[in-house]
């Protein structure tokens, strides 16, 4: 027992004095490095998730359980504190995009929501109001 959160110590400390702070050790048995991405907007699950170092922005939304059928696959943003990287997901999709970008640790995966989404939303509102008026109107002209 000792002996092994003695290398899971070492683990850690090596992997901080190589530069990889961000990065988390899950365990000494399993040989793999786990970083934390957050996942937010139109996904899934949206959440804080563990993913392997080697991860990349599909593996991002796959964690977080992909995305809804409200997300704009073309404009997704990955998000670090320095920087911001917009990336159109669905012409990679198509076969047409550049590569998938790798994520690091603390990246911030965002999905919005497509742009004539709020169309749907505006004309569902309307037609309730045009219905609890023609109701009003029906009870009060009797």
């Not at 048995?29 to 170092?53: A, C, F, K, Q």
């Amino acid at each position: 027992m000792r002996i092994a959160s003695i290398t899971l110590v070492l683990a850690v400390f090596t992997a901080s004095a190589s530069g990889l702070e961000g990065y988390t050790v899950p365990g000494v048995e399993t040989d793999e490095i786990l970083m934390s991405i957050h996942v937010w907007g139109e996904v899934r699950n949206p959440g804080t998730y563990l993913v392997p170092v080697e991860a990349d922005l599909i593996a991002g939304i796959s964690a977080a359980g992909g995305p809804t059928q409200q997300a704009s696959l073309g404009d997704v943003s990955i998000v670090y504190e320095d920087f911001e990287i917009e990336y159109d997901l669905h012409n990679f999709l198509d076969a047409e995009g550049d590569p998938v970008p790798d994520l690091h640790p603390g990246a911030t995966i965002y999905l919005r929501t497509r742009s004539y989404e709020w169309w749907k939303e505006a004309i569902d509102f309307t037609y309730k109001i045009v219905v609890a008026v023609n109701l009003i109107w029906i009870i009060f002209d009797r």
